[in-house]
DNA sequence: CTTGACCTTGTCGTAGCGTCAACGTGTCCA
DNA sequence: TGGACACGTTGACGCTACGACAAGGTCAAG
């Protein structure tokens, strides 16, 4: 038999043959003499023999190991554990599908997809048209749901449900308004002042007080002394300084209430 | 935020993010004055975005198609797509593991392992201690097994099973011990003209008109034309001159029959 | 001034082959 | 006899999705 012929007995190509010889997986035969490898019924045995083990998902180091410490309890041992393993990818191809069919459902309703089915609902109870500093909100809210724990993510997204309440949304549009004009402003610009002031008593309150109050496990990992104002960071930076100056102000005035 | 930042709130390496950046799946943001990149929440929600989808098994290649497509029907068809990937994965998965369990089953009783199960019982019934000839044998049943297709696989260890049955084997027996006997003649020999004569009136006959009589699926690949005696070139191969001078005699008195 | 924790680019390694390249061999057919 | 064509040979690069170095530069703290 000549490698070809091997090769299609065994249902692989040439180059894997020979790429077994490399490994030592198969033992090169006798050549002809012009070079050409003559294979033996063994070799066949010995091919089909790899193959049935690699098509199982047996990696071709393992493979060789088994064989090299040939027959025994020792393949008996790496077949369990090649079939625990087997179990695991199962488990986590089915953990996928489910986050699959959750995803197309909701692509079905709303084709935003790319976070999580339950803050896609809030982003969509919370939608605000137009305005820059709202779609920076929802970008936020985005992060923080793809960053969330999975396991916790409905006891997080609680947190912001309050947000979605009919009266809530429309204070946001004039939060929204207002913070909006103050992109190209300058951080003494009155308006500044006067917002900060109006703030505390809004939700925005409320929301930081429920993210105070949450357990570590549902802030993000940068998310560290909530009320120091520290998680806003990287949303700061994103602001204009006008922006950032009323946050500024807020945090302030909620550490003096204590 | 710097790349460490990002990269643990995303929970992957900062290697990852550099790796995305490379392959234009993340754009590259604006530098400091030092070359550090200063990323901005846009990019973490883009970086998020790309780990969602990572994390449902698609290519990154995948992922950069759909994101460069954006938004739509092309996602949710690339997504039904992936699903019914991985439902084939599973069953794949199952698959193997079935073969696992019942390797694992037969393994318990015999060792031997490397073949189906059932091949295995073939072969334990039809085990012939000390003959090269019948290991020869071994070998090919062996070989024809994981070659055969795993679908027909009951269907072609049938066309074996006679030999398995008590007085087939005591009559192998003695073949065998026939036929080892000419590993070292000359085909000249006259055992080897006895030996022919005898043979066709054997299970020999039988079995190849088993298999001439197979449907083509049965039969291995490289088993074309069994009548004429092709599919033994491999074993040929393996036998002294005098055993083949045998088979070669055996196969004319076959033709000649009709 | 050093230490240590970051950042930069660049290169090699991984598994299991596919896919050239550049060449020799052997058979068939005009 | 010569050319096409299918086969064989070795060698090297390509693919995925990064991990793990190397060999540096930057920056804040002790």
Redesign the pocket.
């Known amino acids: 038999m000549?490698?070809?012929?091997l090769?299609t007995l065994a249902g692989?190509?040439?180059?894997?043959v020979?790429?077994?010889h490399h490994l030592n997986l198969l033992p090169e035969p006798e050549?002809?003499?012009?070079?050409?490898?003559e294979y033996r019924l063994r070799d066949a045995v010995a091919l089909t023999r790899v193959r049935r083990l690699?098509e199982l998902g047996?990696?071709?180091?393992e493979i060789r190991d088994v064989l090299a410490d040939d027959q025994g309890r020792e393949l008996r041992e790496v077949l369990l554990e090649l079939d625990a393993d087997l179990a695991r990818q199962q488990e986590t191809i089915g953990a996928r599908r489910n986050r699959l069919a959750a995803l197309l459902a909701e692509t079905d309703v709303h084709p935003d997809s790319t976070v999580s089915p339950e803050m896609a609902t809030v982003l969509r109870d919370l939608s605000v048209e137009g305005s820059k500093f709202a779609e920076m909100d929802r970008e936020l809210l985005a992060l923080m749901d793809t960053v969330a724990d999975p396991a916790d993510r409905a006891e997080f997204i609680d947190l912001f449900r309050p947000l979605t309440e009919p009266e809530a949304v429309a204070r946001g549009h004039a939060l929204y308004a207002r913070l909006d004009e103050l992109a190209d402003a300058d951080p003494g610009d009155s308006r500044v002042a006067t917002l900060a002031a109006h703030l505390p008593g809004e939700m925005v309150t409320a929301m930081l007080a429920n993210l105070d109050a949450a357990p570590d496990r549902l802030r993000p990992p940068t998310t560290e002394n909530v009320g120091g104002g520290e998680w806003l960071t990287t949303m700061y930076s994103e602001m204009s300084a006008a922006q950032a100056e009323v946050f500024r102000l807020v945090m302030v005035m909620l550490r003096e209430r204590g």
């Open positions: 000549r490698i070809g012929e090769a692989v190509s040439t180059r894997t020979r790429h077994y050549r002809l003499a012009n070079g050409y490898r690699a047996m990696s071709l180091d």
